[in-house]
């Protein structure tokens, strides 16, 4: 009797304990799945949090029109074909005339320097997945200077023959670009594109000198690497020709032909 006793206090004593752990009336197994239920979701909730930081960390593509400034500076060369003064670059005959004469073709130029820079507005087409898009307008300013080298002729009769000549050259060119943009990471950018301006040049060769202004086309490339948020490092590579430009000196007209490399710093607004 004693035993009985005990064993139904016991099983009184237990019961609110159950009663506090599972609701009343609930099978155990119900019980358990509700409880899975529940750690399931905290389980989703922090990997929720987890993604949410880890997406921030990462740079993402850009879906909002933005304001841009770029500063570059680089290397140049560049040839100027044309008419020149035949009493300053004689004709020059392989044989002797009247078998053939060489005419001054154009003058090449030594490595010289570029530099300038651009205002413009970066406006995204495509931020879907992976891959972004944007056009970029923009106005642009290049300073460009360099030695003339030597004078080439005509390659007549298989040969090329050439003279020296001592000047320079300086220009500024004043563009309207307009790029296509291609953005394959948050971190590199690719552009493709050209422009229209004028071009203003001067020159001065074997102690004569001129100036004029031009018609001036150009196709460019350029490469970005991001290095923060509105920094972005830039490389540009470009072909420019211009119009005839009426110098007035040993080389009367001459259209120029430039294509140099560039390295700079773009700042995103």
């Known amino acids: 009797m004693r035993h009985l006793i005990c064993t139904a206090l ?21 019980w358990s799945e509700q409880v899975n239920d529940r750690a399931d979701a905290r389980f989703e909730s922090a990997a ?58 154009f003058v090449q130029s030594d490595i010289g320097f570029v530099a300038g820079g651009a205002v413009g507005v970066r406006i995204p087409w495509h931020t879907g997945g992976p891959v972004g898009g944007a056009t970029r307008i923009e106005a642009e300013y290049t300073f460009r200077t360099y030695t003339l080298d030597e004078v080439i002729y005509d390659e007549d009769f298989g040969v090329r023959p050439e003279a020296d000549i001592t000047g320079r050259v300086t220009s500024h060119a004043v563009m309207g670009n307009i790029i296509a943009e291609w953005q394959p990471s948050p971190y590199w950018r690719f552009g493709f594109g050209g422009g229209a301006g004028v071009l203003f040049s001067d020159l001065k060769a074997n102690g004569e000198s001129g100036d004029g202004s031009a018609f001036a086309a150009q196709a460019l490339a350029t490469a970005e690497f991001r290095l923060t948020e509105q920094l972005w490092l830039t490389f540009g590579a470009r072909v420019l020709g211009a119009a005839e430009v009426d110098y007035n000196t040993d080389i009367e007209e001459a259209s120029t032909f430039a294509g140099d490399l560039t390295v700079g710093i773009a700042l995103e607004i």
């Open 10 to 30: 016991t099983l009184c004593s237990v019961q609110p304990a159950l009663a506090t752990e599972r609701p009343a009336g609930m099978l155990t197994g119900g």
């Open 48 to 105: 929720q949090v987890s993604e949410a930081v880890a997406f921030d960390a990462v740079p993402q593509l850009g879906a909002r029109t933005q304001v841009y400034v770029r500063v570059n500076g680089g290397f140049v060369s560049a040839q100027h074909y044309g008419d020149f003064d035949p009493g300053t670059y004689p004709a020059v005959s392989v044989f002797n005339p009247p078998l053939g004469l060489l005419e001054p073709d």
